[in-house]
């Protein structure tokens, strides 16, 4: 246990991720990313379209295989998705074929919740995401802002102990976005697990997390590593305003204009 008491949660190191072309060389995506995330700790990675920001992601739980480096997770190389490592896909995973409760329900199962409390866990987390009446509803009958809401409710009702969060509020209306955030931090406040969370929306990553990471265009090298220092719990509106809140987001604006 000592090794996983002080390991941190996430390990990258000297990451290199690169895809196969067939007429090209291989197209190099990660070239040697190294990145650490602590036990409860909410990293956000920012970064230009086709940087390498899903790519890392799905490197952390094993989805890809490197051409060098290493991640582990609690201390452990990474081969194949961990158990207690959540994923919310870029673009919504749901079973089409499953309604919204059971997508969640499949959460619940998966992460090993005990079957009695399948029932309680699907209807708070329809609640909480405000899918209420579209419980029987299937995939496809939903706006993209209802079923990013409905993988998130996957996503939790799996509770795991570190979440991968690859543009989860990407579809949702700048109020959606807000309420939605604000239930992340709740949840996130209350029980402390690790979040790595990418986003498009700089506000949105300097509002939620600790840290945010700023990757430049492929291939991937991460430019900066900023500390957020912003008190908490956030009031997610009001400190838009702020003006350390405003320093923050604009240096990231300016790294992100730097060449490539
Ligand atoms: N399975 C794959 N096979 C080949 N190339 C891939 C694969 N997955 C991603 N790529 C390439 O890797 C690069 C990075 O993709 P990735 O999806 O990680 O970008 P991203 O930073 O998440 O972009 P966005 O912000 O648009 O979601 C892109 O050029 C993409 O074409
Ligand atoms: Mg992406």
Excluded at 31 to 52: H, K, N, Q, T
Excluded at 86 to 108: H, S, Y
Excluded at 132 to 154: H, I, N, T, V, Y
Excluded at 238 to 257: C, N
């Amino acid at each position: 246990m000592a090794l996983t008491d002080t390991a941190p949660r996430v390990r990258v190191e000297n990451l290199r991720i690169a895809f196969p072309r067939p007429d090209a060389a291989p197209l190099e995506v990660l070239s040697g990313i190294s990145l650490d995330v602590a036990d409860g700790e909410f990293v956000a990675v920012v970064g230009p379209s086709g940087s390498g920001k899903s790519t890392i992601l799905r490197a952390i739980c094993g989805l890809l295989k490197p051409a060098g480096g290493r991640v582990s997770v609690d201390g452990r190389p990474v081969t194949t998705p961990p158990p207690e490592v959540g994923f919310m896909f870029q673009k919504d995973a749901l079973l089409p074929w499953c309604t919204v409760a059971e997508n969640i329900r499949v959460g619940a199962e998966l992460g090993g919740v005990a079957r009695a409390e399948h029932a309680g866990r699907v209807s708070a987390l329809i609640r909480l995401l405000r899918l209420d009446g579209f419980e029987d509803a299937f995939p496809k009958q939903l706006s993209g802002g209802m079923r990013q809401r409905a993988s998130l409710g996957r996503l939790l009702a799996y509770n795991p102990s570190l979440m991968l969060m690859d543009e989860p509020f990407g579809a949702l209306d700048y109020q959606t976005k807000i309420v939605m955030g604000r239930e992340l931090l709740r949840i996130w406040e209350a029980e402390r697990r690790a979040i790595i969370f990418v986003t498009h929306d700089i506000e949105e990553a300097v509002a939620l997390a600790d840290r945010v990471v700023v990757f430049s265009a492929r291939p991937a090298r991460i430019v900066a590593d900023y500390a957020v220092d912003l008190p908490r719990p956030r009031d997610l509106r009001a400190m838009r305003g702020e003006a350390a809140f405003v320093r923050l987001t604009e240096a990231i604006w300016s790294d992100l204009a730097l060449p490539a």
